[in-house]
């Protein structure tokens, strides 16, 4: 069969082309991100005072990246009793999270009206069951009666 030969494929101009994609892609990310190590110290940005609320006895940390994103705002009021806080049951990390959490759970999804969901991706150590377990108190006396917790 005749027909024209394929023209020969250019390696370095394929290589230049895909850096430059690569090159556009990250264009939104902070320059921070390249230049300092991978992973930096967590510190909470809602529960910080240091006072009133209990520190995470170990040390927390998270990719610089991330640290690097201005971190989600909420207006969600906790209503956990001040015993369960005052007591130190939960950390200022820990209280964190149920906040934001609980805060989602207040947001309707728009076409099922289904409650907003929440996902951990915290790594070992933060812990995830007392966070957890402190959702499901915090939405049970928020009137929210229904949880599950998969582990």
Not at 77 to 87: E, G, S, V
Not at 135 to 145: C, H, P, T, Y
């Amino acid at each position: 069969a005749g027909g024209a030969a394929a023209a020969p494929v250019d390696r370095t101009m394929a290589v230049q082309r895909a850096e430059e994609i690569e090159d556009d892609a990250n264009v939104g990310m902070s320059h921070k991100c390249a230049d300092e190590q991978t992973f930096t110290s967590y510190v909470p940005v809602i529960f910080t005072d240091k006072e009133a609320f209990k520190d995470h006895p170990d040390k927390l940390n998270e990719t610089s990246c991330l640290a690097s994103q201005i971190a989600p705002k909420s207006s969600y009021k906790l209503r956990l009793p001040a015993q369960t806080i005052l007591r130190g049951y939960l950390t200022r990390v820990q209280l964190e999270s149920i906040q934001l959490c609980c805060g989602q759970h207040e947001m309707r999804l728009p076409f099922s009206g289904e409650r907003s969901g929440f996902y951990f991706g915290d790594g070992p150590g933060v812990g995830k069951g007392r966070q957890a377990a402190g959702i499901i108190f915090e939405n049970f006396i928020a009137g929210r009666k229904k949880s599950m917790w998969v582990s």
